[in-house]
């Protein structure tokens, strides 16, 4: 007999495919397409940390590396966004994926020709993170027209088991095919897996808002519009308030992440696989325990409950011995797995109570705000850790991770968040 959890799952996995409505089987063409790109974008960023690592062994250059790719989100984003809204968010996409395409394939022509340079890398990693500013507000605005709001909490928690299978895929297969092949080959991966990004966009059409005022507004006061709208919700502008704090410490550790398995673990790029992959396998696990869950009736206190446990995972790790190596991967596993339902949870929020016509400006001054911070801890992390050590960052992430967690759970206004914003949204509709 079969059992009542089979068809939720089903329901789950597959709602991105459905075929009863014409609008879910193009959406799902576009995410396939995109879920292929992703696979080739995380190759090339595996390999090019490994290469980072293995060249210069220093935390300053992997931190530079992931300073070039949040800088645009936090310097660009809030443009971009406003721009998103403004543009046909379908070409934004395509535009923005054929640049980063371009970039990769210079990039191979100077493996090819033995030519490259570390600042080489760093202007590829700050183009893909131009491309990304652009792209990633496009891709969550564009669903939300594609998606109804009483589905959105489920594809959010399926968009998290994909990054969490790719994850998994991803650091093994790039370490296998590092072995098996020049450098250059494997980054011609990402440029194939571009094309079936690229492609469903072309010839699938995306809804667009209704834009009644664009003639006679500028891209400035678009972006204090959007701007102006968070700062009335107050418990966004406190959840941006902690994501500041957690941010300031969770870069830099895994920016470092790759030195940390070199020099305290005595490992290579099979044991960053291994613990990048388990990061994965619990965001899969994560999302789709959140897609046949649910959640708690209160999206806001799913999302804290399950940041406070991915937390305590983190100070696991920070705490593992040397000589258990299989103990740190189980709990990056958990922090993976705790990490795709708050993330899910608190977007499915946000795409559901933030007007469709300023989704653009919001999500990106939502990132750039909350990753604003991030530099400065990349500053003084890849100094600082060269004298203290790798770990001090892992142990202060989890213990900010915590703290950050239980405010989200003890102030009222973040406890209220979804039911406060949803009669807001029904007042000024």
């Known amino acids: 007999m079969e059992t009542s959890e089979k068809p939720v799952i089903r329901k789950s996995i597959g709602y991105v495919f459905d075929m009863t409505e014409k609008s879910l089987s193009k959406f799902g063409l576009i995410f396939t397409g995109q879920a292929f790109s992703l696979m080739g974008s995380r190759l090339v960023q595996f390999c090019l940390v490994w290469y980072l690592t293995l060249t210069s062994g220093s935390a300053t250059t992997l931190a530079i590396a992931s300073m070039m790719a949040l800088l645009p989100q936090i310097v660009i984003g809030p ?63 564009s669903t939300s027209m594609m998606v109804s709001k009483e589905n959105l909490s489920r594809v959010a928690g399926l968009n998290q088991s994909l990054h969490g299978l790719v994850s998994i895929v991803a650091p093994p297969a790039g370490a296998l095919l590092l072995e098996l092949m020049p450098i250059q080959y494997v980054l011609g991966i990402d440029v194939l897996t571009a094309f079936l990004a690229v492609g469903p966009l072309v010839f699938i ?38 994501s500041l704090m957690i941010n300031l410490v969770i870069t830099p550790a ?55 446990i991915g937390g305590f995972g983190l100070i696991g790790f920070s ?24 993330n899910s949870s608190f977007f499915s929020v946000l795409q559901t109570v933030v007007p469709n016509e300023i989704q653009g400006r919001v999500f990106t001054l939502v990132m750039a705000s909350s990753g604003a911070i991030a530099p400065l801890g990349l500053a003084i992390g890849g100094p600082v850790s060269e004298i203290f050590g790798i770990r001090f960052w892992f142990i202060m992430a989890g213990i900010v991770i915590v703290l950050g967690a239980l405010m989200g759970l003890i102030i009222p206004e973040i ?15």
Do not use: C
Request: aromatic share 12%; glycine share 10%.
């Open 205 to 242: 059409p995306i809804p667009q808002p209704e834009r009644s005022n664009v003639s006679t507004k500028g891209v400035l006061s678009d972006m204090r519009e959007g701007f102006s709208w968070i700062w009335s919700k107050k418990p966004i502008v406190i959840i941006m308030g902690i």
């Open 319 to 342: 705490q593992t011995p040397v000589d258990l190596f299989l103990l740190g991967v189980f709990f990056i596993f958990v922090f993976g797995f705790m990490n795709a339902i708050g």
């Open 79 to 141: 443009i971009a966004g406003a721009y998103v809204d403004r543009w046909n968010r379908k070409r934004v996409m395509i535009i923005a994926d054929t640049l980063v395409t371009i970039g990769v394939i210079i990039l191979i022509l100077l493996f090819h020709f033995n030519l490259i340079q570390i600042w080489h890398i760093y202007l590829l990693m700050l183009l893909r993170a131009i491309g990304g500013a652009f792209h990633w507000p496009a891709m969550q605005a």
């Open 254 to 308: 895994f920016t470092l992440l790759p030195l940390l398995i070199t020099t305290f673990f005595n490992g290579g790029a099979i044991e960053l696989a291994w613990v990048q992959s388990a990061n994965g396998l619990g965001m899969i696990l994560g999302g789709i325990a959140l897609g046949v869950w649910g959640g708690f009736k209160s999206k806001s206190k799913t999302a804290f409950s399950a940041i406070l």
């Open 415 to 429: 406890r209220n968040m979804e039911k406060t914003l949803m009669i807001e949204q029904t007042e000024e509709t």
